[in-house]
Structures are given as structure tokens and as C-alpha cells.
């Protein structure tokens, strides 16, 4: 390998989508694709931390510069993908090819390229970075079955003082290299109702769960937040998007549930809207949290993403997106440091058949990433 081609970010996006890191019913497997790149950076003077969850389910943490009064500059992104979907690839989804501008691959887009763009950046700068307050790389298993490898790593506390002193956080999510100062947290409830079964013929000898569950259902339909947009995340959401019940079709019922997926915007509280759904819904009703993850949001004005919008972006004002991320998880454990959402995949792209990433946008993300690790250590 010659120098040159350890910072090129497409060759290492590629050799990322050869490994296949499909995230799928609880398994995973992003060992290989963690320890290969610990021995990159670690060859560069990384110190690096390998965090296992589960078999092959591994996390990396790694961190270069020197311990000052100055805080360290952190770069996170997951190297798991979703599954490939029912629908046939016209691409090989693990080949890595490149055609008309474009990489194929699961994970080209979300987000295999952001990962690569930024440790290219990171070793190329690695000289650098030693002399001063450095930078820290994130890179998790377990993200797309609801940041499992995040809430392990921020758990785990051999791993703190490399956590230790960061000062803002950059998240390689597909953005199409646009920043993004937001992102909605989510909350995903079950709501579920018992009864008492009896067989269908004799009805009154039994307690429905579904004619339980179905007015309680129906309440949540115009469900409002009664806030006012978000200026920067617009409005929360409330969506029903599973319901089961029932034993067949000439049993009373005696279970029944529905899930709930909200999504909030900054300053709402989550056990706050819990506890407004309880009342709502009724005794009758019980409700479990499945998924509980903050709303990620920094000021647009705060300074540091100013510069990273003028390195970026100059003269437009970041975004906000609905999608949620493992910041939701590290911004807390790291004390709230500026956020930003920047990458080179594209968020349309996160998720579908024939994923891939425009070949440019990587070599640009990298970009991005050198001019704000240079701003970060003047
Ligand atoms: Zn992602």
C-alpha cells in the first residue's frame, strides 16, 4: 500500500462495503470491519479501544493528541448497514463498484463513506494532530437496531477517558454534505389492552381487548403536541404503525396492542408526553417504552457551527433532519458538546435497493472534515 492510497477515502469506502456488516434479527457482524480499522489508525499513533457487545458486534474508540486545558474534536458514524430488502440488487451490494459517479453498495450511502471520509482525514492529519488537542473517532456496531453499540460504549468505563474533554461532535450521516444543526429525538411506545377470551360464539362470557384498544387508537389520529413549530425542526409527529390482536377469527380476544412512533423536536420531555398519552388512553391501557432517544439540537448561531456551516456551506444556514442518530446517545455522555449531521451519502439513498454514494462527494466530505480538524486545532 503506498502512501497515497491509505488517505484515499473511495478506496477505503470500498474496501468498508466488501465486508458485509448487515445488521439483521438481533445479529450483526462489524468485528472485522472495526479491527480493520483500528490497525489503520493505530498504525498513525492512535490509541484505540475495541468494544465488544455481543459475538462479532464490536465498537472502536480511538483517540490521538496530547492532553491539554483544550478539549479534543470527536467524529462519529456506525459501520453496521441494514438488510438487503426483499427487492433483487441490479449491483453486487458487497462488490464496491464504482459506475457513472457512483459507489454501489449497502452501507455506500449510510454510512460507510461518511466513516472512511473522516478517517482518511484524521490520518492524514495525524502529525498534526498529536502536537495538539486532537481528535477522538466513535465508530460503532449496532446502530440501525436502535444505537445498541453507543449506549454500550458510553456505558463502558474503561472506555471514558478516551471520552473524556470533547468539545464538539461531528456525525457522518448522510447529509449530502449539507450541515444540519438538528435532528428529531424518538420515542416508540406499545400500547397494549387485555381482556378475558371466550369462544366467538359466546361473546358475553368474554372482555374484548380490541374494542379496548380500538377508541384509545383512534384518539391519537389528529393527536396534537399543541406547540408551535420548531423554528429549526418544524413540528413533532405521532404516527400508529403496528397493530396486533386477537387468537382467530371465533375467539374473544384477550390481547391486543398497537406501537406508537413519535418524533420530538427540542424542548419537548419524553416522560412528559408519556405521561400525557397515560391519560389520554386510559387505565385500560398500559404503555411500554421501546425506544427512548433525545432530539439532538445546537444553536445555528452557536460559533463553532458557524464555522463549520462557512467551511461547508458559506452563506447558507444548516438544516435539520427527521432521522435519528447515535448522537442522541453520545451528545449527553459527552456534556452536550455542538453537534453537526455532515456526510457525503445521501439521505434518500440510506436504506433502499441499489444504494450507493456519489463518488465526489466522498473525496469532498474529506475535505470538509481536514478544513474543520485544521480550524479545530488553531
Ligand atoms: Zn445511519
Redesign the pocket.
Known sequence: MNADARYDPVALTQTLLRMNTVNQDGRGNEEACSRHLAELVSAAGFECRLADFGERRTSLVARIGRRTARPALAFTG?VDTVPLGASPWSRDPFGGEIADGRLYGRGAS??KSGVAAFVTAALELAAMLREGPGVVLIITAG??SGCEGALHVVRQPELLPLLDGIGALVVA??TGNRPLAAHKGALWLRAAAKGVTAHGSMPERGDNAIYKLAPALLQLRDYDFGLPPHPLMGKPTLNVGLIAGGLNINSVPDAASFTIDIRSVAGQDHAAILNELAALLGPEIALETLIDMASVHTDPRDPWMRRVTELATPGEEPGSVA?F?DAAILRPALGNPPTVILGPGEAHM?HQTDEYCLVERIAQAKEFYRRIIVDWMR
Open positions: 456506525h449510510d454510512m446502530e440501525e450521516e448522510p432521522y442518530t440510506a
